[in-house]
């Protein structure tokens, strides 16, 4: 949709340190969960780019290439040597929460696959900068194709936004049952979910992610969320649980029913 090159969730990305040993990384639960199937790989993953390759692929980070700004950095459109089109989130500060961040991501999404996550490709740890490189979703994120400049009558038909919204639940359901320990997203909105040119959703923007334990619940110190989609009882007691989750998912499809945005 026109004028969305900017859009704060682009390409919904984040990153920290590349600490934390293999045994500390999210693994998949066994087949007997249900969760392993043709959606899911578990491949070995990880390519440690180098600051100049990325700058190399970015034109050195130029304004131009920003396809999305968020709380944590800036997201940057890339071409690789190979030619492979990458998004290369540059972390802002990489201090305190923002660098927690980046270990969330790397430890919890680095070796999961699953068609409706934006996948992880690799990251960078040199110096000051910390990065993360994803894949690049090329049709925008649900938000614009639901509000933005697309005239007066949505090229969304029924089909594809049954198909969204069954994508992003299954999204949303390997994080929560696929995983060991389980991961609660925390900020499900339309602007983090993905679209790619077969109008499939990939659920983006992970930097808000947060690891549960054996614990049912994680009483947190700061309440994160976009308002309008956050549940009452995490909003006022700070508890969360993937309940939480599936409250932001239920605004999320009055939202795509409707076509309204949240209140």
């Known amino acids: 949709p026109a004028g969305s090159k900017r859009s704060t969730a682009a390409s919904g990305l984040s990153a920290t340190t590349s600490g934390g040993s293999e045994r500390d990384l999210a693994t998949p639960r066994s087949a007997g969960s249900g969760a392993a199937g043709p959606e899911v790989s578990h491949l070995g993953w990880g390519h ?7 700058e190399k692929a970015t034109d050195g980070l130029a304004e131009e290439n920003v396809i999305g700004e968020g709380g944590y950095g800036i997201v940057y459109r890339g071409t ?11 972390l802002l500060n990489n201090r305190g929460q923002a660098e927690k961040e ?7 999404i680095g070796r999961v696959r699953h068609k409706n996550l934006v996948r992880l490709l690799g990251y960078c740890v040199e110096g000051a900068y910390r990065m993360l490189v994803y894949e690049y979703v090329d049709n925008g994120n649900l938000d614009q194709w639901l509000h933005g400049e697309i005239g007066e009558e949505s090229p969304l038909t029924w089909d594809m936004r049954m198909n969204i919204i069954i994508g992003t639940a299954k999204g949303l359901a390997y994080l929560h049952e696929g995983l060991e320990p389980k991961v609660v997203h925390r900020d499900v909105k339309s602007s983090n979910i ?5 109008w499939n959703a990939k659920v983006s923007d992970f930097g808000l992610a947060k690891l549960l334990c054996s614990e049912e619940s994680y009483v947190t110190t700061r309440v994160m969320g976009t308002f309008g989609y956050v549940a ?32």
């Not at 980046?102 to 919890?108: Q, R």
């Not at 009452?232 to 309940?243: D, H, I, K, Q, V």
């Open 232 to 263: 009452p009882e995490y909003a006022s007691t700070g508890m969360l649980t993937e309940r939480s989750d599936v409250y932001s998912f239920g605004v999320l499809l009055m939202e795509i029913i409707t076509g309204r945005s949240p209140v």
């Open 48 to 54: 440690w780019f180098t600051l100049r390759e990325l």
């Open 80 to 90: 690789l040597q190979d030619s492979t089109i990458i998004a290369v989130k540059n």
């Open 102 to 108: 980046f270990k969330v991501e790397v430890e919890t």
């Open 194 to 198: 993905l679209i790619d040119k077969q």
